[in-house]
């Protein structure tokens, strides 16, 4: 069996001890965490590493494991060791396992059982406080910049901390001054930095985009562009390196950007098999299979190789004509699913980002343009 699965992530907390105000798992119209059980129960963690030791045993290729909520720390530390010692009990460290967190409740004795099952950490942290603080929240309304960084400093200073420190992971506010949330992140001292769009489709407009054609965020992407291109030491930026690699041609290393076929599968936090989560700012249910299924009475490798999980995989390959006939298509690959979604046409639409994907492409070629033109001229002087 080849590498059917890229990525598992694993709902460990349905809840969250925040209230993002752009988050897609509570405010942008899907509704299944409530029924969800607040915790993953014992024998869906047991039936999870059956699985999952399985699939190691049958795909050549190793697959990471994610630590997702809700918020995965609500966990507690007994659960999380538990957790992870059975996972770890059956996936060797040649399997990454990182969890996604934002910050808040990290402390030494949950850093410290990351530690003890090589497991890492990302913590999500949009920019400095003004930019943070106006979409992460607590449930009170009130910002959670302080409580992120001193979480974050906790991170730094645990002595495993060179390989628990996983980076971070920030929403653009396309009103935001990207060189200064460039800056922001040197000073920070992330090992890399991963940028994402807003949720949004062709139905409903990512928040700070006026129109299909409006570059909002294609020019926020090039002010960030710039400010790594004139740093001597540039921060790595997954989204940008990938990117630019694809033009230099190489491939990438997550979903979303280039032509690449990645499988990601979700379990949640009642075990059931759950498409992209992503999904769910679509449309009530978009992540979920036709036929529901828990991890407790699915054989796994059976699943991988059904019908079923074939077409969702299928889908992440762009179908519009525009897309296919797109100079940009082997960088962009059409962006995430979730950004193609139409009600009319369902997934069969360029991403809402097209404009701006087309902006940070055109930039990206003539920086890389120059570049060269200077390196041939430095040879021939
Ligand atoms: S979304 Fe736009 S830029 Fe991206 S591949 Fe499709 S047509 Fe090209």
């Given at each position: 069996m080849g590498a059917v699965l890229d990525t598992v992530l694993i709902?460990?907390?349905?809840?969250?001890n925040i209230n993002c105000s752009?988050?897609?798992?509570?405010?942008?119209?899907?509704?299944n965490w409530a029924r969800q059980s607040k915790l993953m129960a014992p024998e869906t963690v047991a039936a999870i590493c059956t699985e999952l030791g399985a699939l190691a045993q049958h795909q050549l290729t190793p697959f990471s494991v994610v630590l997702h909520g809700?918020?995965?720390?609500?966990?507690?530390s007994r659960r999380l060791h538990e957790l992870l010692r059975q996972l770890r009990a059956v996936l060797p460290v040649t399997y990454p396992i990182s969890l996604q967190t934002n910050?808040?409740?990290?402390?030494e004795e949950l850093l410290d059982c990351c530690a003890a099952h090589h497991v890492s950490v990302a913590v999500s942290l949009d920019g400095p406080a003004a930019v943070h603080d106006r979409f992460r929240l607590?449930?009170?309304?009130?910002?959670?910049f302080a409580q992120v960084m001193a979480g974050i400093a906790r991170l730094k200073a645990h002595p495993a901390a060179d390989f628990l420190n996983a980076g971070l992971l920030a929403v653009i506010d396309?009103?935001?001054?990207p060189a200064e949330v460039y800056e922001f992140f040197k000073s920070v001292g992330a090992p890399s930095v991963d940028f994402l769009y807003r949720d949004g489709n062709h139905s409903k407009l990512p928040e700070?985009?006026?129109?299909?054609?409006?570059l909002e965020y294609g020019r926020w992407m090039v002010g960030l562009l710039t400010a790594y291109a004139a740093d001597p030491n540039p921060l790595p930026i997954r989204v940008l390196d990938d990117m630019l690699k694809v033009l230099l041609g190489g491939s990438v290393s997550?979903?979303?950007?280039?032509?690449t076929d990645f499988g990601i599968l979700i379990i949640d936090t009642d075990g059931t098999l759950m498409k992209n989560?992503?999904?769910?700012?679509?449309?009530?249910?978009?992540?979920?299979?036709?036929q529901p299924r828990t991890i407790r009475d699915t054989n796994l490798l059976a699943f991988l190789e059904s019908a079923e999980f074939t077409h969702y995989r299928a889908m992440q390959q762009p179908t519009s004509a525009k897309c296919l006939a797109c100079p940009a298509l082997n960088v962009c690959?059409?962006?995430?699913?979730?950004?193609?979604?139409?009600?009319?046409?369902?997934?069969?639409?360029?991403?809402?980002?097209c404009a701006d994907q087309l902006h940070l492409v055109a930039a990206m070629r003539r920086m890389l343009g120059a570049y060269s033109l200077d390196y041939a001229l430095s040879q021939s002087a």
């Open positions: 709902k460990v907390a349905s809840r969250c752009y988050c897609y798992v509570y405010n942008m119209g899907d509704d809700g918020e995965p720390l609500l966990l507690g910050g808040i409740l990290l402390s607590t449930h009170g309304g009130g910002g959670t396309p009103t935001s001054d700070g985009k006026t129109s299909l054609h409006s997550k979903e979303g950007l280039g032509l989560d992503t999904l769910k700012s679509t449309y009530n249910g978009a992540d979920q299979f036709a690959g059409g962006g995430m699913i979730l950004h193609r979604y139409h009600p009319d046409n369902g997934f069969d639409n360029p991403s809402v980002y």
